[in-house]
């Protein structure tokens, strides 16, 4: 006889993701090119500093702004929280000439 568990069970398990949202202003930056080059060596070490999911999300025509947006998952929201803490000071402190200007967190629980 085999006795099979409720589905529902299975997903009771919190999942958390979470998300942080960064403006970021160049206001050296002359150029895409210039913008690129500054965003997308930031994007990388912090995919492999972190293990995170980082992009470029908006502001993508403008020289001087971009919007980065970095994801993680985890099964805690305090862990996930800390994770995005760690990745907002990391880029104020390594960005170089670039200037946070804005940011967002948000938590999601699935």
Request: glycine content about 6%; proline content about 3%; hydrophobic content about 45%.
């Amino acid at each position: 006889m085999r006795i099979t568990e409720p589905r529902s069970r299975f997903w009771r398990s919190a999942m958390v993701v979470g998300v942080l949202r960064l403006t970021l202003h160049l206001p050296n930056s002359g150029s895409l090119k210039a913008k690129r080059q500054i965003v997308s060596g930031l994007l990388r070490r912090l995919r492999q500093q972190f293990q995170v999911a980082a992009a470029e999300v908006g502001e993508r025509d403008r020289w001087q702004l971009a919007q980065l947006a970095v994801a993680c998952v985890s099964a805690e929201g305090p862990h996930a929280d800390e994770i995005l803490a760690h990745v907002l000071s990391y880029v104020e402190r390594t960005a170089g000439e670039a200037e946070v200007a804005d940011v967002a967190t948000e938590l999601i629980r699935l």
